[in-house]
């Protein structure tokens, strides 16, 4: 990444002052793309080709507006979902099983206690949460964890009640097993979020061996799968499979690897996802009910061996194609638009988490159509695991080394 950053370093604040590029247009809207080199510039795994123009490698882009990235903490401990509150602080779990109330500050409260175990082998642990749409009279909070069963593992999601003084988490209630469970540790999924009519959207994932992997496909399955169900944990009235024998009634979408992105586009109200491919084929999805994303019949990456998947099909009819994917993979992890006022360019952007890529994506969108993409805190150098905006219209990411970011407006 060849960003011409004034890295100033003024205590922990690392000011990445966005500069003039000649090989860049822009016209300071953000959505100029012209001229634009692609940000990635390393060999892809295949030869494989994209179904359209800019399905990937598309034109960079470069923020105009000064902004830096403000290092709040570095006192957690791997760190793996965040959401904001409603009074603007912050709550973060960690992936060994706490959850932590954080200020914009970033002052970190004791872990809150309640929250029932999980098993934090590989990629589980206690992972993706939410709080209430009504949590200022309610108090709930929604979580997505690694369950350990006797048979196995499994993506489970969980609710309980943030006590008054904010030290524990009352009643906890798990409300959704994603069976079935299996004896692995890898592809949980573990995003949650909820939609505009209080029900809740889950990301699981097929669970990495080739023992479990075809489940993506089946819709006896719940994994591999994006779902929705109610907040006490039970399929959604006009859920795309309800009612037909041997499929889950809680199936959103399918064909999925490893989903650990969901958000809701806040211009369309359409619901994105970012997936982990293989070796190569990280996607981005737009996500439309009862529709089968691909996976393992079609993929824009390889083993990580290098055989090809399967038939080493990109394209299929009746499978539908990601909106973007990436060749090199950066492995995507949570993602959140942008609708805060505070940088006017990055306004309905695509920001998403990158752990292999070690920096914060940032997507243009335009008609369901990627049109720039640039690498914002690229210098870091942190795998970046979630990324939130805050009541303050800031954004908000955590990484696996601990560290609490705002990106802010300089
Ligand atoms: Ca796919």
Known sequence: MKLPIHAVITG????LASCSSPSIEHTGNGKDTTGGAPVETKAPNS?????????????????????????????LEGPWGITALPDGRLLITEKKGDLRIATVSGQLSAPITGIPAVNPAGQ?????????????TNRMVYWVFSDPLPEGNLTAVAKGKLSADEKTIEGATVIYRATPAYKGTLHYGGRIVFDKNGNILISTGERSDLETR????????????????????????GN???????????IYSYGHRNVQGLAFNPETGDLWETEFGPRGGDEVNRIEPGKNYGWPTITYGIEYAGPKVGEGIQQKAGLEQPVYY????????????????????????????SLSGMHIDRLVIKDNKVVGEERLLATEDQ?????????DGILYAITDNGRLYSIHKK
């Open 214 to 237: 075809p489940q993506a496909q089946q819709l006896n399955s719940a994994l591999g799968k994006v779902l929705r169900i109610t907040k006490e944990g039970k399929p959604v009235d």
């Open 383 to 391: 795998r970046f695991r979630d990324i939130a905006e805050g009541k």
């Open 240 to 250: 795309p499979f309800a009612g037909q024998a041997d499929k889950r009634p809680e």
């Open 124 to 136: 589980g642990g206690l992972l993706g949460i939410r709080v209430d749409p009504d949590f200022s």
């Open 326 to 353: 990436w060749d090199p993979v950066i492995s995507p992890s949570g993602i959140t638009f942008y609708s805060g006022n505070g940088i006017a360019e990055w306004k309905n952007n695509l920001f998403i988490s």
């Open 12 to 15: 922990i604040t690392v000011v």
């Open 47 to 75: 030869d494989y080709k994209p179904a359209f123009a800019g399905q990937t490698r598309i034109a960079g882009v470069h923020t105009t507006t000064p902004y830096e990235g403000t290092i709040l903490s570095d006192g």
